[in-house]
C-alpha cells in the first residue's frame, strides 16, 4: 500500500496507490471501513487525518495500511487478536 509519487521535471501530481498486490487492496479495504466505524484506536486515526484537511480515501488507505501491519506483526509474534493488540 506504499504511495508512488507521480513527478516529472516541476510537475508534481497527487500520490496514488498501484501496483503490487491488488487483490489484497481490494480484499482490506471493507474491513478498513468497519474498523474505522467500530474500533476506537482506528477510528481516532481516521479522523485525525480528517482533522488536518486529508481527503477521505487517503485516510482509508492509512488505515488499510495499519490494519496490515497489525495483521503481520500478530502472525510474526504468534499471537491472537485482542483488544490491546490494536
Not at 478498513?32 to 474500533?39: K, P
Not at 488536518?52 to 480515501?57: D, L, N
Not at 503481520?72 to 493488540?85: F, V
Amino acid at each position: 500500500l506504499a504511495p508512488f509519487t507521480r513527478r516529472s521535471g516541476k510537475w508534481k501530481g497527487k500520490e496514488m496507490i498501484r501496483g503490487g498486490r491488488a487483490a489484497l487492496r481490494s480484499a482490506i479495504f471493507m474491513p478498513a471501513l468497519v474498523a474505522v466505524r467500530f474500533n476506537a484506536d482506528l477510528k481516532r486515526k481516521y479522523q485525525a487525518l480528517l482533522d488536518k484537511g486529508k481527503p477521505p480515501k487517503l485516510a482509508i488507505t492509512a488505515v488499510m495500511r495499519k490494519l496490515i501491519l497489525l495483521a503481520n506483526a500478530l502472525l510474526r509474534d504468534g499471537r491472537k487478536w485482542d483488544e490491546r493488540s490494536a
